[in-house]
């Protein structure tokens, strides 16, 4: 794991299309999700919008870890990254605004949905492979 990310794990993330994160809950069970994310390279931070088991667990334990990858049968080609991030709620201001507009602009399902708030998972650190 390194703590800086490279231009081609941002523009990775930037071009995912589905992320997987994975949660703790308070009796430490796991639990992994597929979400769709929209990621801030500036801030290092993907954002969900979300309030299933994932929302639920984020809030008891603020830790997560994001996947993303391209799978191939040509194993040659996989590619991927995994990130550990910190959890904060979002429900106002610039940054849900921001949240807000990186979302509907990547994902034409979120255009016509109100989203009153966002988990963002600010990158602490990851590891990629095939980028």
């Not at 610039?94 to 994902?107: C, I, M, Q, T």
Request: glycine content about 4%.
């Amino acid at each position: 794991m390194h703590r800086r990310l490279s231009t081609k794990e941002k523009r990775f993330l930037q071009r995912a299309r589905v992320s997987r994160i994975a949660s703790v809950d308070r009796r430490g069970a796991t639990h992994v999700a597929p979400l769709c994310h929209a990621f801030d390279p500036t801030r290092r931070t993907a954002y969900v919008a979300t309030d299933g088991l994932t929302a639920k667990n984020l809030r008891a334990r603020r830790r997560a870890a994001i996947e993303c990858d391209d799978y191939y049968e040509d194993w040659d080609r996989l590619r991927g990254l995994v990130a550990h991030a910190r959890a904060k709620f979002i429900r106002g201001g610039a940054e849900l605004a921001r949240a807000r507009r990186l979302l509907k602009a990547k994902f034409e399902q979120y255009r016509d949905t109100e989203i009153e708030s966002v988990i963002a998972l600010h990158v602490e650190s990851a590891t990629s492979w095939g980028l």
